[in-house]
T-cell receptor
């Protein structure tokens, strides 16, 4: 079983749509959670950290459910520029020494 | 200038050749990592280092070696490259004091013929 699992997509949505991605993780000792964005052939870049209480950054909302061991990302009012692959990243292990990556969910926002 | 710099950015080589990928960082982080990315597989950890004297194998270290020359420099070597090492390689750093966020270099695309 993979440490972090994501639906690879692609999710094809029109501009303005709301889209949600989920990610599940297997290690209940996981401590930190992130969503990274990766454009084609580029390096992953942090989109947002995910906090237990949930957090929002503009059009993006992240939620964490520790009991069910899943993380979600909601994108409202999708823009063409949101087209990318979204990576779910979980940090487990003693002293934050283990990062686990999902294989990514591809989002295509169409005009 | 990028905080995490990788060289070369692109490299084509032949089977059996020795290749070194270099990474340098200006973030002052002790922790450095090498990952490879293959389509559909996500990022997989090759090696990581928590300081100059600390080197650890990741999940796919076979066929690779690393050197931590200084806090700011962490290089990855393929002693005898093979075609299934064709991939996109990323160096990354992290600072555990900031919840462990990873900062990536721009990547090195390696093709082994």
């Amino acid at each position: 079983r993979k440490e972090v699992e994501q639906d690879p997509g692609p999710f094809n949505v029109p501009e303005g749509a709301t889209v949600a991605f989920n990610c599940t993780y297997s290690n209940s000792a996981s401590q930190s959670f992130f969503w990274y964005r990766q454009d084609c052939r580029k390096e992953p870049k942090l989109l947002m950290s995910v906090y237990s209480s949930g957090n929002e950054d503009g059009r993006f909302t992240a939620q964490l459910n520790r009991a069910s061991q899943y993380i979600s990302l909601l994108i409202r009012d999708s823009k063409l520029s949101d087209s990318a692959t979204y990576l779910c990243v979980v940090n487990a292990g003693y002293n934050f020494n283990k990062f686990y990556f999902g294989s990514g969910t591809k989002l295509n926002v169409k005009p | 200038d990028a905080d995490v710099t990788q060289t070369p950015r692109n490299r084509i080589t032949k089977t059996g050749k020795r290749i070194m990928l270099e990474c340098s960082q200006t973030k002052g982080h002790d922790r450095m990592y090498w990952y490879r990315q293959d389509p559909g597989l996500g990022l997989r950890l090759i090696y990581y280092s928590f300081d100059v004297k600390d080197i650890n194998k990741g999940e796919i270290s076979d066929g690779y070696s690393v050197s931590r020359q200084a806090q700011a420099k962490f290089s990855l070597s393929l002693e005898s490259a093979i075609p299934n090492q064709t991939a996109l390689y990323f160096c990354a750093t992290s600072d555990p004091g900031r919840t462990g966020e990873l900062f990536f270099g721009e990547g090195s695309r390696l093709t082994v013929l």
